[in-house]
Nanobody, 124 residues
Framework: QVQLVESGGGLVQPGGSLRLSCAASRFILHDYTIGWFRQAPGKEREGVSCINRDEFRTYYVDSVKGRFTIVRDDAKNTVYLQMNSLKPEDTAVYYC?????????????????WGQGTQVTVSS
């Protein structure tokens, strides 16, 4: 069974940085399009970034462009989300997800496999 495990969340001050990791077991991340999503209390799950299979093209929601970077490390079978210049509105549970299609999308309904999430809190 496909398993994804997120890590790297925590409490950080505004302007700080965190790096989230999405590690896979029982499948090769290289063969999937991987997305990062977040969900704040009382809000719908939102697509943050994704990196597509094959071409490794990257996509970002406008609110994180220039601050977040998604990177795939095939040697470690891990995808990272580097988050810089964090803002209080970035506070949420962050999830990684995988889909077999090569097409990159930030629509959470298009993803088949999900991790358990990691909490990111940006507060002074």
């Amino acid at each position: 069974q496909v398993q994804l495990v997120e890590s790297g969340g925590g409490l950080v001050q505004p302007g700080g940085s965190l790096r989230l990791s999405c590690a896979a077991s029982r499948f090769i991340l290289h063969d999937y399009t991987i997305g990062w999503f977040r969900q704040a209390p009382g809000k719908e799950r939102e697509g943050v970034s994704c990196i597509n299979r094959d071409e490794f093209r990257t996509y970002y929601v406008d609110s994180v462009k220039g601050r977040f970077t998604i990177v795939r490390d095939d040697a470690k079978n891990t995808v990272y989300l580097q988050m810089n210049s964090l803002k209080p509105e970035d506070t949420a549970v962050y999830y990684c997800a995988a889909r077999a299609s090569w097409y990159g999308t930030l629509d959470p309904h298009e993803y088949d496999y999900w991790g358990q999430g990691t909490q990111v809190t940006v507060s002074s």
